[in-house]
């Protein structure tokens, strides 16, 4: 299963067709079509989520997170700060 495919499972944001699948989504879609609370239930729950996880703060802090720790390691590496040299 594709990483995006987790995620839409794991997050509950929507489906993944297969082709066992195609008659229930379709179900689900003309339902939610027909109510829009629930549509807009899920629409809010996807926004959440994004906000959570995905959006664009939460990935800049993220990779800020891994490059510290990569320039952290390559200065212990390098013995910078073994020197007393700050970064």
């Known amino acids: 299963m594709e990483r ?3 995620w839409i499972l794991k997050h509950k944001l929507g ?3 297969d082709a066992n699948n195609i008659s229930k ?3 689900t879609i003309c339902h939610l079509a027909s109510n829009n609370s629930e549509l807009v239930e899920l629409q809010n729950h ?3 989520i ?3 996880f995905f959006s ?5 802090d993220k ?3 891994e490059l510290k720790k990569l320039f952290l390691n390559d200065d212990m590496l390098n013995g910078t700060l073994a020197k007393g040299k700050k970064s």
């Open 50 to 52: 994004y906000n959570n």
């Open 46 to 48: 996807c926004h959440k």
């Open 4 to 6: 995006a495919s987790k």
């Open 25 to 27: 989504i379709v179900d």
């Open 15 to 17: 489906w993944t067709v």
């Open 56 to 60: 664009r703060q939460i990935m800049i």
């Open 63 to 65: 990779w800020k997170t």
